[in-house]
């Protein structure tokens, strides 16, 4: 039974005691002995083996100043050895007195309880404290303010909560903190009890952080946020409060469960968004300084406590505004008009673009749908390019209303910036500020040269995994999907015809504005078929109809 082992097992000094020791001893153990004598220096204890053990009188001093001994009281002692060099065992009550302290404290640490410890000197990082054994007590946590000053603790007597407990570490970490706060919080229950939101107190600012500030309103700290400071927009706290000086507050809320305590100041003032609306009707001019800027737009404060946004799109009716920043700075004195008012979510949109007249306004007097005119490309996407027509408006030409016939990946292979271009307005809404114009509308569309029912002849040029595309004319292509191919020639086509060859075929469908055309051989035979079938002599000449690979594949499979 030795310290590992009975610090592992709940095995208590009692039951040691109770036991009577037995016979079968092993060095290392807690024995049970009885006192048989004390001189002025040592104790004998009769421990059951075939000689008295001795201890110096001294270890029982040490370890417990209120410890009784007395002939005839029964103990528990550490064995050492059976037998020393003078024969009789070798004992120590004060290692057995420490194995029971350690037993008593791993319990209090085990159900969190609270100790009692003498300061024995100061170490590195913090104190040595005596609680049974030596622990240490971490500046951090000797009490509710960090201590620089650690002699003056030194010889006093402390409450500690064990916080860290490892016998075979050598490790007991122990905090007197904890047992302040813990102090301190039955202390608040009371003030809390008797606090009421809505109370109005004077309090003592205590600390000052960047999202507030602390006060002490009677023994219990509020969080006094720097959004309950002022209506208006707070910075920096320190510019508003100063640690130690005295406010009066407001009681916005508190928790008594987790002492937690919300603070105002601006609330004992009226609220600036009471009568808003009649403040700043909508449509009215104010004015304001410029306190903050975003990427979408600038804010203005109009008073303390309210502030208006101007987006990014209310403030030039022609420019475009990259960033706020291009047009007003930090700190400025600027005019806006009131757009619209959201009371519930506190928001105003103001304009600055509004104190002038709406050019967009006279646009569909001046331009109208299907009217060519002339402008500058300002600038290049990969979706179109940006025509300027007159001075502040643009219009837009999108990539697919450049060519009829050309496939353009980007528009600069057809455009470049300031080049000069005829386009055709396709459509203008005033009410997004845009104008959608056509390059490819100016001239005639080619596409209208074919009709459904046409019958063409085409070159192929390309084989997909539906059909093939088939070149018209230079720029006119041919959709010929294998559906549209006689069921007798499909597995074979792919094999006969290739790019380059020619072929017959008939315009089942045309789409002018996407420029497709859809073509069918299927189509131009039935239409042969039922044209020489009515003709007298009902002979079918497939060579001159579709082409000479064609033939031959229809008497190839006549042939099979």
């Not at 009490?143 to 916080?163: A, E, N, P, Y």
């Not at 959608?436 to 509308?441: A, C, D, F, R």
């Amino acid at each position: 039974m030795g310290e590992d082992v009975f610090e592992n097992q709940e095995i208590s000094m009692e039951e040691v005691l109770s036991s009577g020791g037995g016979n079968n001893f092993r060095e290392g153990e807690i024995i049970s002995g009885e006192i048989i004598k004390i001189d002025t220096e040592n104790v004998f204890i009769d421990v059951g083996l075939k000689s008295e053990g001795v201890i110096p009188l001294l270890e029982f001093n040490r370890s417990d100043e209120n410890s009784e001994i007395k002939v005839g009281k029964k103990i528990g002692v550490y064995l050492k050895k059976i037998e020393g060099k003078s024969g009789c065992p070798v004992l120590s009550y004060e290692k057995a007195y420490s194995i029971k302290k350690s037993e008593e404290l791993r319990r209090v640490y085990q159900n969190g309880g609270i100790v009692e410890g003498k300061v024995i000197r100061k170490v590195k990082g913090g104190l040595c404290i005596n609680i049974g054994r030596d622990a240490f007590l971490p500046q951090s946590q000797i009490s509710l303010q960090f201590s620089k000053d650690l002699d003056r603790f030194v010889g006093q007597k402390l409450k500690v909560k064990i916080t860290k407990f490892s016998l075979e570490e050598n490790n007991i970490v122990v905090s007197s903190r904890f047992v302040l706060e813990k102090e301190r919080e039955e202390r608040k229950n009371d003030r809390l009890a008797s606090l009421r939101e809505g109370d109005v107190c004077l309090g003592i600012v205590k600390r000052i952080t960047e999202f507030g500030s602390f006060v002490d309103i009677g023994g219990i700290d509020g969080l006094l946020h720097k959004n309950d400071i002022s209506w208006g927009r707070v910075g920096k706290v320190g510019e508003f409060l100063k640690e130690g000086e005295e406010i009066e507050v407001k009681v916005l809320s508190f928790n008594p469960d987790t002492q937690k305590i919300s603070l105002g100041l601006k609330q004992l003032t009226p609220h600036p968004w009471e009568n808003i609306e009649n403040k700043y009707p909508i449509g009215s001019l104010v004015s304001g300084r410029v306190r903050n800027i975003t990427n979408f737009g600038f804010f203005i404060e109009i008073e303390e406590g309210i502030e208006g946004l101007v987006h990014i799109s209310e403030i030039s009716w022609t420019e475009k505004i990259r960033h706020p920043s291009k047009v007003v700075s930090k700190g400025a004195l600027v005019k806006a008009r009131v757009l619209n008012i959201d009371k519930e979510n506190k928001r105003i949109s103001l304009g600055i673009k509004q104190i002038g007249p709406n050019p967009w306004e006279k646009i569909k007097e001046k331009y109208s749908v299907g009217m060519k005119i002339c402008g500058r490309v300002t600038s290049l996407t990969s979706f179109g390019a940006f025509v300027k027509l007159e001075e502040g408006i643009e219009g837009m030409i999108h990539f697919k209303n450049m060519s009829w016939t050309k496939k353009i990946k980007h528009p600069k292979e057809i455009l470049h910036k300031n080049d000069s271009v005829e386009v055709t307005i396709l459509d203008i809404n005033t009410e997004e500020e845009k104008i959608s114009l056509g390059l490819k509308q100016t001239g005639r569309n080619p596409y209208l040269n074919y009709k459904k029912g046409n019958n063409v002849k085409g070159q192929i040029i390309k084989l997909t995994d539906f059909g093939y595309f088939v070149k018209i004319e230079e720029g006119i292509e041919g959709i010929l999907r294998f559906t549209q191919i006689p069921k007798e020639y499909v597995n074979e086509l792919e094999e006969e015809l290739k790019v380059g060859d020619e072929i017959f075929a008939k315009i089942i469908g045309v789409n002018y504005e996407e420029g497709k055309i859809n073509l069918s051989i299927k189509e131009l035979e039935k239409e042969e078929m039922n044209k020489h079938m009515k003709s007298p002599s009902f002979k079918m000449n497939l060579g001159d109809i579709l082409g000479d690979k064609l033939n031959k594949l229809k008497k190839n499979f006549k042939e099979d």
